[in-house]
Every structure is written in C-alpha cells, then in structure tokens.
Nanobody, 121 residues
Framework: QVNIVESGGGLVQPGDSLRLSCTIS????????IEWFRQAPGKEHEGVSY??????SAHYADSVKGRFTISRDRNTVYLQMNNLKPEDTAVYSC????????????????WGQGTQVTVSS
C-alpha cells in the first residue's frame, strides 16, 4: 500500500521560510518522479517543483525559481521555501509518477492530502 503524507505547513509572514516534507512509503523513489503541487482557493493544481526519476534532476516553476529548493533523502522529499510571498498561499501536495522525467499533471499515480501554507502579514 502506498502512503504519501505532507507536513510542515503553517501561517508565516512575507519573507519568512518554511520547509515542507513529503514522506512516502510503499514505493521506491528510485523509480518515481516526485512533484510538489499547490492549489490556491478557486484555482487548478499548479506544479511547483519536481525531482526526475531518471536522473534526480530538480526543476522549478518560474514563479518559485530562486526561492524554493527541492531535495530528497531516502523516502522523504523536502521543499525548502524561502522569501515567501502572499501569492504562495495554497495547499501544497506532493504526487508520484512512475518513471517520470518531466512535469506531470495532478495527481500522477499516487498523491497526498496536502498541507496548508498561508503567507500573510
């Protein structure tokens, strides 16, 4: 059974940082790409960052490039978010796609329930 659990969200002020965790069990990350998505109220899921299953390369949406960093340690994928902005407010979720090597649409093969990030002064 595959289980994906996100954690680390919260309420922060503009300019603050958060580190989100995506803990995955039941699959090997050697064979799955992991993508972080976010969904703001009334909007579609937006791909924020992903790690390729092919070469473990990291990729970022233009809106977060230079501020967010994705990393992987065994079966946990992290999203370090620095210099947060109000427009980063959303529910952040991660998803897995088998042998993924490029951006993939939500929800992939497996997905979590998400963690709320609110950036407000």
């Amino acid at each position: 059974q595959v289980n994906i659990v996100e954690s680390g969200g919260g309420l922060v002020q503009p300019g603050d940082s958060l580190r989100l965790s995506c803990t995955i069990s039941g699959i090997s990350l050697d064979y799955y790409a992991i993508e972080w998505f976010r969904q703001a109220p009334g909007k579609e899921h937006e791909g924020v960052s992903y790690i390729s299953a092919v070469d473990e390369s990291a990729h970022y949406a233009d809106s977060v490039k230079g501020r967010f960093t994705i990393s992987r340690d065994r079966n946990t994928v992290y999203l370090q978010m620095n210099n947060l902005k109000p427009e980063d407010t959303a529910v952040y979720s991660c998803a897995a796609l088998g042998y993924g090597s490029d951006w993939f649409p939500w929800p992939g093969d497996y997905w979590g329930q998400g963690t709320q990030v609110t950036v407000s002064s």
